[in-house]
């Protein structure tokens, strides 16, 4: 264990949500030890804060799976020098706080596109054709004939992207190959650039208005927090379908919720909600026409290999008083 005196990197993991060692120890190697702290996977009261500060004192990174960074626990730790998140969204931790007290944080874009694409896919063709429904009535109750659900097709229908970096790019180039017609909204492109990317340039509004799949891959940030609720729907097309992978903020559940139950929304398929872990009490869960998984769009062993060499290369690039190749702040 790493003496007081002696800086380290402390990879926040628990068993749920784990980080792969090898590549981040093959990075750190030369640079700092590496130990794992069991951050838990929620804001912190003060007692817990005074307790996680004690484990995580003296180190100088952390590799961010499990928890919450917010300027009151950073405050108790005076030694830390840079936060690399796993992942693209870098919506637990205070980042304005961050730097502040010079504390760089970085994050890993692109680096679990593939498994997020590979998800969202499977997610429409469940929805669509209702396979999960179909396997668990032929497990459970040893129906056959009954268990057959007459479902739907990609083929010709029309998907709408909210946001289109390199997740949407990629989800849309598959939805194409399904013979989808695919458009896409996103503030950061012109037209011109959505168009030579593959997809036909709308507002949100109209993407709303004319999509009959519609799946959200926009970051978390107060511009976007609940840009899925009930006036939004309301602008949807009747009998649309519904994927998040991006990020539980950017939709209203209970909104959600009420447009299934309404009939306005033909099905929902979420892997994220907001507030993680969920509210059990949540309109949700008991809403018909939706498959809910548990934030495991980036949980393949390709994807946390990628992510953990990619944000552990980073800590050790500002541990050796380097430049990151992917800065937040």
């Not at 946001?163 to 695919?182: D, H, S």
């Not at 107060?222 to 609720?229: G, V």
Request: charged share 20%; glycine share 10%.
């Amino acid at each position: 264990m790493p003496t007081s005196s002696e800086p380290w990197v402390a990879l926040a993991a628990t068993s749920d949500l784990p980080i792969a060692e090898a590549p981040v120890l093959a990075a750190m190697q030369g640079v700092a030890p590496v130990r794992t702290v069991a951050l838990p996977y929620k804001p912190l009261d003060d007692a817990e804060q005074v307790e996680y500060a004690g484990q995580l004192a003296g180190a100088a990174g952390i590799l961010l799976r499990s928890g919450y960074l917010t300027a009151s626990l950073l405050d108790r730790l005076p030694d830390l020098k840079v936060v690399g998140v796993h992942g693209t969204g870098v919506d637990p931790v205070d980042v304005a706080a961050c730097t502040e007290r010079d504390i760089i944080v970085t994050n890993t874009p692109g680096a679990n596109a593939v498994a997020v694409t590979e998800l969202t896919i499977g997610l429409m063709l469940a929805l669509l054709r209702r396979f999960p429904e179909s396997a668990h009535q032929v497990r459970a109750d040893r129906a056959w004939d009954t268990a057959r659900h007459t479902g739907g097709e990609l083929g010709g229908r029309t998907l709408g992207l909210v946001g289109y970096g390199q997740i949407g790019r990629r989800v849309g180039a598959i939805a194409k190959a399904f013979g989808m017609t695919v458009i896409a909204s996103d503030p950061a492109l012109d037209d011109d650039e959505i168009r030579n990317l593959g997809a036909a340039p709308v507002s949100f509004e109209d993407l709303l208005s004319r999509a009959d799949m519609v799946s959200l891959h926009a970051p978390a940030i107060p511009a976007t927090r609940h840009m899925i609720r009930q006036e939004t729907i309301a602008g949807m097309k009747a009998g649309a379908f519904l994927v998040n992978c991006a990020r539980g903020s950017l939709v209203d559940e209970n909104a959600v919720a009420a447009a299934l139950v309404d009939g306005h929304l033909g099905g929902a398929a979420l892997d994220v909600l907001e507030g993680e872990p969920p509210n059990p009490e949540s309109p949700i869960f008991n809403a018909p026409n939706v498959l809910l998984t548990p934030h495991m769009a980036g949980s393949t062993g390709e994807c946390l290999l990628t992510i953990a060499g990619t944000a552990g290369q980073d800590i050790a690039r500002v541990l050796r008083g380097e430049a990151p190749v992917h800065p937040v702040n």
